[in-house]
């Protein structure tokens, strides 16, 4: 069982940036894809990016691609959404979620936790 607790989530003036983290608990943190998803108000959840068990590839959406960043420490069991020239169509919950698989999970269905999310605001 892993339980995954977000933070630094909130509001910022568009051109802004936010760093979000994601604290999970266990001993087996590295044994896990880590991704990050966004539901924004009356739309579904999706995929903004992930990164595999060593952190050393990553993958991303095209919205997001080139203004946000993913990055984990494994000794800190943390996994970290660094979010520059934020948009207000980036406004969402922003949800961490745990695979237990190989490689970099795109799918929702591939992840086996979840956290409770962070609500990021952006005005414009």
């Known amino acids: 069982q892993v339980q995954l607790v977000e933070s630094g989530g909130g509001l910022v003036q568009a051109g802004g940036s936010l760093r979000l983290s994601c604290a999970a608990s266990?001993?087996?943190?590295?044994?896990?894809?880590m991704g990050w998803f966004r539901q924004a108000p009356g739309k579904e959840r999706e995929f903004v990016c992930a990164?595999?068990?060593?952190?050393?590839?990553?993958y991303y959406a095209n919205s997001v691609k080139g203004r946000f960043t993913i990055s984990r420490d494994n000794a800190k069991n943390t996994v970290y959404l660094e979010m520059n020239s934020l948009k207000p169509e980036d406004t969402a919950i922003y949800y961490c979620?745990?695979?237990?698989?190989?490689?970099?999970?795109?799918?929702?269905?591939?992840?086996?936790?979840w956290g409770q999310g962070t609500q990021v605001t952006v005005s414009s």
């Open positions: 979620a745990a695979d237990r698989n190989l490689g970099i999970p795109t799918r929702q269905i591939n992840y086996d936790y």
């Open positions: 266990g001993r087996t943190f590295s044994s896990y894809a």
């Open positions: 990164i595999n068990r060593s952190g050393d590839n990553t």
